[in-house]
C-alpha cells in the first residue's frame, strides 16, 4: 500500500487555512494519521533505510561514515615503518569483519538501530577500500590503479543489493564515476560500460529501493558517465545526447504515476529540468552541430550513441498513448510541447545529418524565453516566489546574453535594457498583486 | 537467504584482500630475490602516502632488444610483455631482452607496454615502480639520493620474483658507487650551426664534468682510459629522434690492467668529457652522416652512462665495480634534471 501520509497531513493543513475543518478537528485528523513517513518493511521486500523521505539522514550518515572512512585511508597511508606488514594487515582485516559484523547483527533490528547497522556495513565496504590500497601499499606494487575503484564499486554494489542499502549504492555510483573518469582522462580508455552498470545496476535498486537520494545520484551521475563514455567518440555528440536523457527524464516524470512509483516523479523532472536548462541556454549561444562521423564509430559506441534517441522517442510515444501519463491541461501541455519540440526540431534533424546551428539557435532562444515566460506566469499565477526569481533571472540572462550578440547599435541596447526593466517591473507588480489577492481570499494563508 | 548472502559478500571483501596479500607474500617468500638498479624521485600518493618513484633501466628498451613474434611497432599500448633478465654484477640483474611471449625458462619480469614505441625506445612497467615509505622518509631517500647538483646515489631495489614473471618489491640498499654531472658553458645560441668548422664547433659545444665517487666504507675499482672508453651517450628519444654514439673505436671495451683505478671510501673520479671532439658525434637512426650533438641535435636531451669493461675470460679483478651507472639527463643548453 502506498504511503499517503504527507499528503494527507498537507491537506488537513489545506482544509484548516480554507476553513473547510476547525483546529479541533485538525488535531483529531492529525492524531490519526501522524507523521510517519518510513514504513521499515513492505510486502514488496525490504526496504533501504533510504527509502522515502529519509534522504537527508542517509546522505548525511554516508557523508559521516565516508568522512571517517577517508580519515582511516589516510591514517594507512601514513605507513608506519615500525608496524610489521601482517600487523597492518590483520588490522584492517579485522576492522571490516568487526564493522560488518556489528553492522548485520544491528542491520536486524528496526527503527534507528537499522540505520546504524547500514552506516557500519557502509563503513566496512569503505574499508575493503581502504584495504585494497593498503595491501598495494605494503607489498609496493603499482597496478592499474582505477581497477582498484572498480573492484570497491562492485563490492559495494553487490552489498547495495543484498542489505538493501541507499547509501552503498550512492558509494558505488561515485567509484564508478571515478572509475570511468579517471580511465577516460587519465588512461585515454573510454569505459562506456559505466552508463550501463548505472542503467542496469543501480537505477532498479533505485527504483526498487523508492529512494530518492540514490535515484538523485542516479540520474546525476549517469549524464556525466555518459559523457565520459562517449567522449573519444566526439565533441559534438554531448550536447545531442545529454539533451535526450533529459528528454527521457521528463517521459519518466509522466510515466511515475502509471509505473506505480508516483513520489519519483519530481526527482526525475527535477534532475531533469536542472540538467535541461543550462544545455537550453548553452544551446542559444551555439545551436547544434550536424551529427557527422556516427557511421565511423564502431559497434557497441553506436549503440551508446543511439541509446538515449531510442529510449527517449519509445518513452515519449508511451507517454503520449497512454491516457494517465499524457499531459492533462495548458500548462502540462506547453511543458511537453517545449521539450518535444527541441526533440523534434533541433535533436532530431542533428542525429540525421543536418547543421543546426543557425536553426538551432533560434529555437533554443525562443525555447529559453518561453520557459522563463512560464516560470513568470507560474510565480505570479500561484505565488510562488523562487519559481518567479527563476523566471526573471532567465529573462535577464537571455537579455544580457543576446544584447552582446545581436544589438550593435547603442540605441537598441539601450532600449534593450529599458524594455527588460518594464518587463520586470510589470511582473513584480502583478505578483504582489496576485498575492494581496490570495491573502483576500484566504486570509489564514 | 538474505543474510547467507550478506555473509558471502562480507567474506567475498575479506578474501579479495587476502588473495592480493597472499599471492605477494607467495612470491616473497618463494620467489628468486634479485636487485634492479634504479634512479628515484619522490611524490606522494593522496591514497598511500609517499612513495619513492622508481625508474629502472628496464623501463626503457632499446628496440634492439626485443625479440619478440609480432614487430615492436605493431605493439599496442597494455600489450603483456617479458623483460628477460641476466645476471649482472653480483647480484644486480640487466635485461637480456625483452619478448611479448613468456620465456619457458630463465629469470624474467612480465610488463605492460605503457604506450607506443617512440624513436625506437620501447617503454615497459613492471608494476615495481613504486616504493611506499613511512611518511617523512621520503625526503630522507632523497637526500641520501642527492640533488641536481650533488653527487646521486643510485638504489638497488630487492625484488622477489615468482614463476610467472610477478614481482614484489621487498626492500633496498645504496649503490656503492655515485655519479655527478657538471655541465660547463652551456650554449646559448644554437642556429647557424651548421656554418661552424670543427674547432668552432670543439670550441663552442659544452664541456661534461662526470665525477664517480665511492660512497661505500670499503675501496672498490672501477675503469676507464684515454679516451674514455669506460663512459658512453645515451639519448633519451623523447623529441621523437633517436641518436646513437657515432663513434665505435670503444666497442668493445675490454679491460685491460692499466686502466683499472682504484677508489678509496669517499674517493673521486673526475673527467672532463669535451661534447665537441668526435669521439661525441652523435649519429641519428635514419640519418646520414654524423656531427656534434649542438650541430645535431640541440634540442635531445642525453645521458652520460658509466659501464664497467668486458673481462675476456680468465681475467679476474676483484673489488671491481660491476654494472652500470647512469647520469642526469643533459641537453647542450644546460642540465635538464
Same mark, same amino acid.
Given at each position: 500500500m502506498e504511503n499517503n501520509n504527507p499528503w494527507l497531513r498537507a491537506e488537513i493543513a489545506q482544509w484548516l487555512r480554507e476553513g473547510t475543518i476547525n483546529d479541533e478537528q485538525a488535531k483529531v485528523l492529525y492524531a490519526r494519521y501522524p507523521a510517519v513517513v518510513y514504513p521499515g518493511r513492505t510486502s514488496g521486500g525490504a526496504r533501504s533505510v533510504g527509502a522515502g523521505g529519509n534522504w537527508g539522514k542517509v546522505i548525511f550518515a554516508a557523508l559521516g561514515v565516508a568522512v571517517f572512512g577517508m580519515g582511516v585511508v589516510l591514517l594507512f597511508a601514513y605507513n608506519w615503518g615500525e608496524m610489521h606488514r601482517y600487523l597492518k594487515l590483520a588490522v584492517i582485516g579485522l576492522s571490516i569483519l568487526l564493522a560488518h559484523g556489528v553492522g548485520m547483527a544491528m542491520f536486524r533490528s528496526d527503527g534507528p538501530r537499522r540505520?546504524?547497522?547500514?552506516?557500519?556495513? %557502509?563503513?566496512?565496504?569503505?574499508?575493503?577500500?581502504?584495504?585494497i590500497w593498503l595491501v598495494a601499499q605494503i607489498y609496493h606494487f603499482d597496478a592499474h590503479y582505477p581497477d582498484g575503484f572498480l573492484l570497491w564499486c562492485l563490492a559495494a554494489m553487490s552489498m547495495a543489493w543484498a542489505l538493501p542499502s541507499a547509501a552503498h549504492g550512492i558509494l558505488a555510483a561515485v567509484l564508478l564515476l571515478l572509475w570511468s573518469g579517471l580511465e577516460t582522462f587519465e588512461f585515454q580508455q573510454a569505459m562506456p560500460q559505466a552508463s550501463w552498470i548505472l542503467l542496469l545496476g543501480l537505477l532498479p535498486l533505485a527504483w526498487w529501493q523508492r529512494s530518492a537520494s540514490l535515484l538523485t545520484v542516479v540520474l546525476v551521475s549517469l549524464p556525466l558517465a555518459y559523457i565520459v563514455g562517449v567522449w573519444t567518440?566526439?565533441?559534438?555528440? %554531448?550536447?545531442?545526447?545529454?539533451l535526450l536523457l533529459c528528454a527521457s527524464y521528463f517521459a519518466f516524470a509522466r510515466l511515475s504515476h502509471s509505473l506505480g512509483n508516483p513520489a519519483a516523479g519530481s526527482v526525475f523532472r527535477s534532475v531533469g529540468i536542472?540538467?535541461?536548462?543550462?544545455?537550453?541556454?548553452?544551446?542559444?549561444?551555439?545551436?547544434?552541430?550536424?551529427?557527422?562521423?556516427?557511421?565511423?564509430?564502431?559497434?557497441?559506441?553506436?549503440?551508446?550513441?543511439?541509446?538515449?534517441? %531510442?529510449?527517449a522517442i519509445g518513452l515519449w510515444l508511451w507517454v503520449l498513448i497512454s491516457a494517465k501519463s499524457r499531459p492533462q491541461g495548458l500548462e502540462a501541455w506547453l511543458e511537453s510541447g517545449l521539450v518535444l519540440a527541441v526533440l523534434m526540431i533541433a535533436v532530431l534533424p542533428a542525429m540525421l545529418g543536418e547543421n543546426m546551428e543557425g536553426v538551432g539557435r533560434l529555437i533554443f532562444n525562443l525555447v529559453f524565453l518561453i520557459y522563463s515566460l512560464l516560470y513568470v506566469y507560474r510565480g505570479t499565477e500561484y505565488g510562488r516566489g523562487k519559481i518567479l526569481a527563476l523566471g526573471c533571472v532567465m529573462i535577464s540572462v537571455l537579455a544580457l546574453a543576446r544584447f552582446t550578440d545581436l544589438f550593435h547599435s547603442l540605441l537598441a541596447r539601450s532600449s534593450v535594457f529599458l524594455i527588460l526593466g518594464v518587463v520586470l517591473f510589470v511582473i513584480?507588480?502583478?505578483?504582489?498583486?496576485?498575492?494581496?489577492?490570495?491573502? %483576500?481570499?484566504?486570509?489564514?494563508? | 537467504m538474505r543474510k547467507a548472502l550478506i555473509i558471502a559478500l562480507v567474506v567475498g571483501q575479506f578474501g579479495v584482500l587476502a588473495y592480493m596479500?597472499?599471492?605477494?607474500?607467495w612470491i616473497r617468500h618463494r620467489g628468486e630475490n634479485i636487485y634492479l638498479r634504479t634512479a628515484p624521485v619522490d611524490p606522494r600518493d593522496p591514497m598511500r602516502g609517499d612513495y619513492v618513484q622508481l625508474s629502472y633501466g628496464i623501463n626503457n628498451v632499446d628496440v634492439s632488444h626485443y625479440r619478440g613474434r609480432k614487430a615492436a611497432s605493431a605493439l599496442s599500448r597494455g600489450a603483456a610483455l617479458y623483460a628477460v633478465l641476466k645476471a649482472g654484477s653480483v647480484d644486480v640483474y640487466e635485461l637480456d631482452y625483452l619478448s611479448d611471449q613468456a620465456p619457458v625458462s630463465g629469470l624474467f619480469l612480465r610488463g605492460r607496454l605503457n604506450r607506443e614505441m617512440s624513436a625506437g625506445q620501447i617503454?615497459?612497467?613492471?608494476?615495481?615502480?613504486?616504493?611506499?615509505?613511512?611518511?617523512?622518509?621520503?625526503?630522507?631517500?632523497?637526500?641520501?639520493?642527492?640533488?641536481?647538483d650533488g653527487v646521486q646515489v643510485p638504489l638497488e631495489v630487492a625484488v622477489a620474483v615468482g614463476g610467472n614473471g610477478r614481482a614484489?618489491?621487498?626492500?633496498?640498499?645504496?649503490?656503492?658507487?655515485?655519479?655527478?654531472?657538471?655541465?660547463?658553458?652551456?650554449?646559448?645560441?644554437?642556429?647557424?650551426?651548421?656554418?661552424?668548422?670543427?674547432?668552432?664547433?670543439?670550441?663552442?659545444?659544452?664541456?661534461?664534468?662526470?665525477?664517480?665517487?665511492?660512497?661505500? &666504507?670499503?675501496?672498490?675499482?672501477?675503469? &676507464?682510459?684515454?679516451?674514455?672508453c669506460g663512459f658512453y651517450l645515451q639519448s633519451l628519444g623523447d623529441t621523437g629522434r633517436n641518436?646513437?654514439?657515432?663513434?665505435?673505436?670503444?666497442?668493445?671495451?675490454?679491460?685491460?690492467?692499466?686502466?683499472?683505478?682504484?677508489?678509496?671510501?669517499?674517493?673521486v673520479y673526475r673527467v672532463e668529457l669535451n661534447m665537441g671532439q668526435p669521439r661525441w658525434y652523435v649519429l641519428e637512426r635514419g640519418a646520414i652522416g654524423s656531427s656534434a650533438m649542438v650541430v645535431n641535435a640541440a634540442n635531445e636531451r642525453f645521458r652520460l652512462v658509466y659501464q664497467t669493461p668486458l673481462l675476456l675470460p680468465g681475467m679476474e679483478s676483484p673489488a671491481l665495480w660491476q654494472g652500470r651507472l647512469v647520469s642526469p639527463a643533459f641537453s647542450v643548453r644546460g642540465r635538464v634534471d
Open positions: 540505520r546504524v547497522g547500514e552506516s557500519l556495513h %557502509l563503513l566496512g565496504t569503505i574499508l575493503f577500500g581502504a584495504g567518440y566526439g565533441e559534438q555528440f %554531448l550536447a545531442p545526447l545529454l536542472v540538467l535541461w536548462l543550462p544545455l537550453i541556454f548553452i544551446g542559444t549561444f551555439i545551436g547544434l552541430p550536424s551529427q557527422t562521423g556516427m557511421s565511423a564509430v564502431p559497434g557497441f559506441g553506436l549503440l551508446q550513441l543511439l541509446f538515449p534517441l %531510442l529510449l513584480g507588480q502583478r505578483y504582489a498583486k496576485q498575492n494581496t489577492r490570495r491573502k %483576500l481570499e484566504k486570509p489564514r494563508a | 596479500a597472499g599471492q605477494r607474500e617503454s615497459v612497467s613492471y608494476g615495481i615502480e613504486q616504493y611506499f615509505v613511512e611518511q617523512g622518509s621520503g625526503r630522507a631517500i632523497e637526500t641520501k639520493q642527492g640533488g641536481v614484489v618489491l621487498t626492500g633496498y640498499r645504496w649503490s656503492r658507487l655515485g655519479i655527478r654531472l657538471e655541465q660547463i658553458n652551456p650554449v646559448a645560441e644554437t642556429s647557424n650551426t651548421l656554418t661552424w668548422d670543427s674547432a668552432t664547433i670543439a670550441q663552442r659545444s659544452p664541456v661534461i664534468v662526470l665525477s664517480l665517487q665511492n660512497v661505500s &666504507d670499503t675501496a672498490l675499482k672501477i675503469a &676507464d682510459n684515454d679516451k674514455h641518436f646513437s654514439s657515432a663513434d665505435k673505436s670503444c666497442s668493445p671495451y675490454v679491460l685491460r690492467e692499466a686502466d683499472i683505478i682504484n677508489l678509496e671510501p669517499g674517493e
